[in-house]
């Protein structure tokens, strides 16, 4: 098992960004290094180190920070409730939740922003009344060449041909009510969704959806659902984390598709982001306020706890 020491950035609901490390064994108490509205996503420059992080609020923001966590700039993020975010060459791309739009913010060569955002609208509805009145941005996500933008309301994924998204391609169209919210890369090029709605994990080859499955074998807790939330390549494996039932549901992808391996309890409650440091995945467990660590065996897929640091309402993990 491969041990990585790492410094961890933690976005959540509670007007801060957090740091901790993660030692391989240990996750240290965090101390807050920004202090933000809702800054339920953050991001960072590969190059500069930059820090962007969204504000989560009908009057949508993004700023961008120094690594001493000093405040260089916020603009609007050209929608509501922005959710992601996420560096693609000179440019930072703001997924917004509320309304639909997905904007994107030019960058300069030291990491600040360079303009305006572009704002790019989304459009259309699902057949779930209650979460799919309308387009609902949740993530973007580099696919080769390509950015993807996750729309759980409209049940699309939008594809654009250029970082600045200036040429939109044809959309992959998921199942109708699935509600895609989060991509994973496979090595292949094969793009795994995890579907919120319908508590999958869905499989897309060159623009078309190929393998549908259910995303855990765990049921959820009498009277509530399983949500899926987040999903990530981990070594020779696809982790999806899931809410309700609070596992890391892992896979080993093939080519007859998705095997499901193995359900691993998170140690907390609302797993809503994970990252990987190493064979380990650390996990915002939002409702029980805390980030938990795990060691993930490569072999048979399953997880053990292995610690966990109090952070109050944690929404996104981010290794540096």
Not at 44 to 64: K, Q
Not at 203 to 227: E, K, Y
Request: hydrophobic content about 45%.
């Amino acid at each position: 098992m491969t041990t990585v020491v790492s410094t961890v950035l933690l976005g959540t609901y509670a007007d801060a960004v957090f740091e901790t490390r993660f030692t391989g064994t240990r996750l240290d108490a965090v101390r807050q290094v920004i202090t933000a509205p809702a800054p339920s996503f953050v991001a960072a420059h590969p190059a500069t180190g930059v820090r962007y992080a969204v504000a989560e609020v009908e009057h949508g923001a993004v700023s961008a920070f120094a690594p001493t966590g000093e405040l260089l700039a916020t603009l609007p993020s050209a929608g509501s409730y922005p959710c992601h975010a996420l560096v693609a060459g000179a440019h930072l791309w703001v997924a917004n939740y509320g309304d639909g739009t997905a904007a994107v913010v030019p960058l300069g060569p030291d990491g600040r922003f360079a303009g305006s955002p572009r704002r790019l609208p989304g459009a259309g509805s699902g057949p779930d009344a209650d979460r799919q009145e309308g387009p609902h941005a949740h993530s973007t996500t580099a696919v080769d060449t390509e950015l993807w933008v996750a729309d759980l309301g409209a049940d699309l994924l939008r594809r654009f041909r250029d970082e600045a998204g200036e040429r939109e391609a044809e959309p992959v169209r998921m199942p109708a009510g699935s509600g895609p919210r989060h991509l994973a890369v496979l090595a292949d090029g094969t793009v795994a969704v995890s579907t919120e709605l319908d508590d999958g994990l869905v499989l897309v080859r060159d623009g078309t959806v190929v393998v549908r499955v259910p995303a855990t074998g765990t049921p959820p807790p009498p009277g509530g659902r399983n949500q899926p939330s987040h999903v990530a390549v981990v070594g020779e494996l696809l982790v999806v984390a899931v809410r309700g039932a609070d596992v890391l549901s892992v896979f080993r992808v093939g080519a007859d598709g998705p095997v499901h391996l193995a359900d691993s309890p998170v140690g907390g409650a609302w797993p809503r982001h994970f990252a990987a440091v190493g064979d380990h995945v650390l996990v915002a467990c939002e409702h029980s306020d805390e980030v938990t660590a795990l060691a993930l065996d490569q072999a048979t897929g399953r997880a053990k706890l292995i610690g966990s640091t109090p952070v109050p309402a944690p929404s996104c993990v981010l290794p540096l």
